[in-house]
C-alpha cells in the first residue's frame, strides 16, 4: 500500500468513527484524488474551521467551481453541518473527509463517476 492508500484508510477511519457514517470507497477514493497533491501536506490537508477565508475557499474552489453548484447561503450551513458532523473539537479535519461529506449532502456523486 502506498502512501495515498494508508490516508484514504485513514479517511474512512474517521468517517467511521468520528462522522458515524459508512464510507462508500471507491467514491472516497475519488475523492482523495480529487484533492490532488494537497493530502500530503499538513496544512492544506485539513481544513481550518476556525478560519473564514478557509471555510470560503472549501465554498469557491470545491462547492461552485468543482460541484457546479451555485452560490448561496445554502452553501456555508452545508460547510457548517459537515464541520458540526466531523466534530468542531476535532483538531485534524480532513480535506478529503469534508469533501466526501460535502458530495453526499449535496447528491453530487455524479460528479466522480
Do not use: W
Not at 477514493?29 to 499538513?42: E, L
Request: glycine share 8%; net charge neutral.
Amino acid at each position: 500500500m502506498g502512501k495515498r492508500d494508508d490516508l484514504i484508510a485513514q479517511y474512512a477511519d474517521d468517517l467511521r468513527n468520528k462522522c458515524g457514517m459508512t464510507p462508500d470507497m471507491d467514491l472516497l477514493t475519488k475523492v482523495t484524488i480529487g484533492c490532488g497533491p494537497s493530502i500530503y501536506n499538513a496544512d492544506s490537508a485539513t481544513v481550518a474551521a476556525t478560519q473564514q477565508g478557509e471555510l470560503d475557499t472549501v465554498k469557491n474552489n470545491f462547492l461552485v467551481k468543482k460541484l457546479g453548484l451555485s452560490d448561496g447561503p445554502q452553501l456555508m450551513d452545508a460547510i457548517n453541518a459537515v464541520l458540526d458532523t466531523y466534530g468542531r473539537s476535532e483538531r485534524n479535519k480532513y480535506r478529503a473527509v469534508v469533501y466526501y461529506m460535502l458530495v453526499k449532502h449535496f447528491g453530487k456523486e455524479a460528479v466522480y463517476a
